[in-house]
């Protein structure tokens, strides 16, 4: 039986034998390398950490262009270490699946140490402490999700432990962006030495969100005389600290049990499924889709491994902007949440096996290909149609990435307004295009009006996904019955179109208002209304042929 270890990892043939590629490059001397000379730490320790930049790194390694390795650290799960690293050597078990149902499976031993941010372990936090001190060190990554970055409460206030940490000053800190803070002042009384804090998280401009975290809690200190001002220069000059803007796409998902027992059938012993006690779902291997993107602004204070020998891509601040923007508002977020609220209505609960619904497919395939690539922003260092044709017909068909409807409907009304609006606005500033042209993308928006009602297109009752808005938004429609005509039903649903708050704009005013509160009623006229809505605008209205 094959085990994930150091020990484990010196039977080479039976490793090979199972189909399994191991690390290429000196481990021990990468490690003491590290040890001594630290370039790179990470913070957020979970899948998309270890199925994606950490085997970006390992690549640099295999290759002799890198010669240290990778710090994990923990934040808020310390489990995360305890149980997923340290029992494993910190290595981890990558298995890379396409459509076709083949597994690519590679070990990644880039990471050379695992350790949390807990002041209670003496050692762990000792080791943190004394990397941030190092003149070595280039950058601290982090994936940390949108809500680490995050100060305040709903109501504007901090977060208690926010509070806790402004109070308690930088020698006792919790939260993420406190403690970078507090990191961030240990090498500014060391020497002030330059290096760069890099947001990987899948938000719109995460380097804006870290950089304004660290220097929000860095701030609040000065303010009460708990560090100097020279420290809040430090963090501000361009010349010593950045914070470049990227976007990284790679969906990995929760531990597998096909891909679980994939592994055991192979042979490779020790592949538990985890679930820590703050419900993170962990295991020594990482199942994750083979497409992968990330794109990082160049701007390295005092160097940077290079990754983009690891098809990584480096570029200037205004294209990463651009990538994100085709991204999110044109060739997968909107397609990802017409198929989130449509498939939570049609009992749905994998999104490969929406893609295999051929009025489901071509609904996206018009947001896509008929409405989105004539407005799409174009960063000019990837083909957006080719990036579309990806998302369709690998991505998202992908049978083996269990990602839900359910998952993805998660804060829709956080969502709309950048992933339909954007579109809509562009399609109002076109001379050449009207927005009333547009039918899948209304389409969507009504959909999302009709999920918010909570009944499926049986006329069963569902659990909806969390999202702040949910109550306001569902006291709006709590009204409005299945097979409701009237004007009831329409002035209800009129109150959420109207809504700038949620659109960035009245929909009234673009022309389409109209068109989705129809198309909003018609869904109401019984059980399978929500189908034969869907039938009508997208097979009979959609182009005979399609691009792609």
Not at 321 to 344: D, F, I, R, W, Y
Request: with cysteine; proline share 5%; glycine share 8%.
């Amino acid at each position: 039986m094959l085990r994930l270890n150091r020990a484990g990892l010196s039977d080479t043939q039976a490793w090979k034998a199972a189909g399994i590629q191991l690390p290429g490059f000196d481990y021990d001397t990468v490690a003491q390398n590290t040890l001594s000379a630290p370039e790179w730490i990470h913070f957020g320790a979970g899948n998309i950490f270890r199925g994606f930049v950490a085997n970006a790194h390992q690549k640099l390694l295999d290759s002799g262009k890198a010669n240290t390795g990778i710090i994990a650290a923990e934040t808020f799960d310390y489990e995360m270490i305890d149980k997923a690293y340290r029992p494993y050597d910190n290595l981890t078990l990558l298995v890379l699946m396409n459509a076709r149902g083949d597994l690519i499976k590679k070990v990644i031993g880039s990471i050379t140490e695992a350790i949390t941010a807990d002041q209670s372990r003496e050692a762990d936090y000792t080791r943190l402490i004394e990397v941030f001190e190092n003149p070595s060190l280039q950058l601290a990554s982090f994936t940390i999700t949108e809500k680490g970055y995050s100060l305040f409460g709903p109501g504007g206030q901090y977060l208690s432990v926010v509070e806790q940490d402004l109070a308690n000053g930088p020698e006792q800190p919790v939260h993420a962006m406190s403690i970078a803070a507090s990191l961030a002042y240990r090498r500014y009384l060391k020497g002030g030495y330059p290096m760069t804090f890099v947001s990987m998280d899948n938000c719109s401009h995460n380097g804006d969100k870290l950089k304004h975290g660290i220097l929000t809690v860095a701030k609040e200190w000065a303010n009460k005389g708990l560090v100097e001002d020279g420290f809040i220069a430090y963090l501000e000059d361009e010349r010593k600290i950045t914070f470049p803007l990227t976007m990284i796409d790679k969906i990995t998902p929760r531990p597998s049990q096909s891909v679980q027992a994939a592994l055991l059938e192979q042979g490779i012993g020790g592949m538990d499924v985890m679930v820590t006690s703050k419900n993170t779902y962990t295991a020594p291997f990482v199942n994750a889709e083979v497409s992968e993107y990330l794109v990082i602004e160049d701007k390295f204070t005092n160097g940077r491994p290079a990754l983009e020998q690891a098809g990584i891509i480096f570029t200037d601040r205004d294209t990463v902007n651009q990538v994100e923007t085709m991204k999110v508002t044109t060739c997968l977020n909107p397609l990802h949440t017409a198929l989130a609220v449509s498939g939570c209505l049609l009992g749905y609960t994998l999104i490969a096996d929406e893609m295999k619904d051929p009025v489901l497919r071509r609904f996206v395939e018009m947001i896509g290909y008929t409405e989105g690539l004539p407005v799409v922003v174009d960063p000019g260092i990837l083909s957006p149609k080719q990036f579309l044709d990806e998302v369709l017909q690998e991505r998202f068909a992908n049978p083996f990435i269990p990602d839900t409807p359910q998952r993805i409907a998660t804060d829709t009304s956080q969502k709309v307004g950048i992933r339909f609006g954007e579109t809509i606005k562009a399609y109002v500033r076109r001379d050449d295009l009207d927005p009333v042209q547009l039918n899948a993308i209304p389409l969507a928006i009504a959909v999302w009006c009709r999920y918010l009602l909570g009944l499926d297109d049986e006329g069963q009752a569902f659990t909806l996904s969390p999202d702040p808005l949910l109550e306001s938004l569902q006291a709006r429609l709590q009204e409005v019955t299945l097979g409701d005509k009237g004007q009831k039903a329409a002035a209800a649903v009129q109150s959420i179109l109207h809504d700038e708050a949620i659109f960035g704009m009245d929909l009234y005013a673009t022309g389409l208002g109209g068109k989705m509160e129809t198309m909003f009623t018609e869904m109401l006229a019984g059980p399978h209304a929500v189908r034969a809505t869907l039938e009508k605008y997208v097979v009979q209205e959609a182009p005979t042929t399609l691009s792609g």
